[in-house]
T-cell receptor, first 110, second 113 residues
Framework: GENVEQHPSTLSVQEGDSAVIKCTYSDSASNYFPWYKQELGKRPQLIIDIRSNVGEKKDQRIAVTLNKTAKHFSLHITETQPEDSAVYFCAARKTDKLIFGTGTRLQVFP | NAGVTQTPKFQVLKTGQSMTLQCAQDMNHNSMYWYRQDPGMGLRLIYYSASEGTTDKGEVPNGYNVSRLNKREFSLRLESAAPSQTSVYFC????????????FGPGTRLTVL
């Protein structure tokens, strides 16, 4: 089955700096890779996603890149703000199931 | 639209007790999912239902049963709760179209003593 590894588990940055979170997946048949943000005590919410036929996708300050050959994808957040502080989860989909990474706790210090 | 709703929000059980977690969605989605979230473990899929009348096991199905009651509702049952089932449980749903977005409910925090 699919296995998704996510690094780092915690990440602290100064406000205005960039943050990068990386994930690797094992099943080359996976074709959809979403990123979810979960604030403390809240539900996970989709922030950006990418399909296997695309190498990069950007939405304002966040971007995701995908390297199918190496089977890894990354979340990039630029100009971080305190409200970006949360836990971020990557996931990989094969057929109708999402397999999630273990999460990255991002802290943005003012 | 309420989106995905879950009841109850909190529950405390004693070992061996049973209970059912309820999930409903009003977005006319075909697929529904149950996850558990534990510290450092991310979200792990327990069971899912790709359409009304079908259910399939996920990564961690042992100790759980599910029922897809109709298109709107998908329940998760613990027949004999164990302390290892202490967790936050999330339900999610997805449309059966080209969109892949899963929408999550607010979660149920379950403690088994």
């Amino acid at each position: 089955g699919e296995n998704v590894e996510q690094h780092p588990s915690t990440l602290s940055v100064q406000e205005g700096d960039s943050a990068v979170i990386k994930c690797t997946y094992s099943d080359s048949a996976s074709n959809y890779f979403p990123w979810y943000k979960q604030e403390l005590g809240k539900r996970p919410q989709l922030i950006i996603d990418i399909r296997s036929n695309v190498g990069e996708k950007k939405d304002q300050r966040i971007a995701v890149t995908l390297n199918k050959t190496a089977k890894h994808f990354s979340l990039h957040i630029t100009e971080t703000q305190p409200e970006d502080s949360a836990v971020y989860f990557c996931a990989a989909r094969k057929t109708d199931k999402l397999i999630f990474g273990t999460g990255t706790r991002l802290q943005v210090f003012p | 639209n309420a989106g995905v709703t879950q009841t109850p929000k909190f529950q405390v059980l004693k070992t061996g007790q049973s209970m059912t977690l309820q999930c409903a969605q009003d977005m006319n989605h075909n697929s529904m999912y149950w996850y558990r979230q534990d510290p450092g473990m991310g979200l792990r899929l327990i069971y899912y239902s790709a359409s009304e009348g079908t259910t399939d096991k996920g990564e961690v199905p042992n100790g759980y049963n599910v029922s897809r009651l109709n298109k709107r509702e998908f329940s998760l049952r613990l027949e004999s709760a164990a302390p290892s089932q202490t967790s936050v449980y999330f339900c999610a749903s997805k449309a059966q179209t080209s969109t892949d977005t899963q929408y999550f409910g607010p979660g149920t925090r379950l403690t088994v003593l």
